[in-house]
Nanobody, 115 residues
Framework: QVQLVESGGGLVQAGGSLRLSCAAS????????MGWYRQAPGKQRELVAG???????NYADSVKGRFTISRDNAKNTVYLQMYSLKPEDTAVYYC?????????WGQGTQVTVSS
């Protein structure tokens, strides 16, 4: 089992910045990759950014150049630094961890960007 706890969401004006954190605990050794997803009202959950144990990183086209994902292995924590936020970035952001056979989710943290 892997437990994920997110923090760092909030309300910010367009053009502002936020940093989300996701602390993992439990069977950390089994995690192959971690990432951030988001879900806006009435929309499907979508991948925002992911990072593998090997350091491979991918981003959704909509956030490239504005968001940066990173991980601190010593703290078992993954971060999502978000710059130049737009109203369309408003969503609940979920941390995700994948093992070879399972996917785990955090409880989600709300990010609201006002225009």
């Amino acid at each position: 089992q892997v437990q994920l706890v997110e923090s760092g969401g909030g309300l910010v004006q367009a053009g502002g910045s936020l940093r989300l954190s996701c602390a993992a605990s439990g069977s950390i050794w089994s995690i192959a990759s971690m990432g951030w997803y988001r879900q806006a009202p009435g929309k499907q959950r979508e991948l925002v950014a992911g990072i593998s144990n090997g350091g491979r990183i991918n981003y959704a086209d909509s956030v490239k150049g504005r968001f940066t994902i990173s991980r601190d292995n010593a703290k078992n924590t993954v971060y999502l630094q978000m710059y130049s936020l737009k109203p369309e970035d408003t969503a609940v952001y979920y941390c995700n961890a994948r093992t070879l056979s399972l996917a785990y989710w955090g409880q989600g943290t709300q990010v609201t960007v006002s225009s």
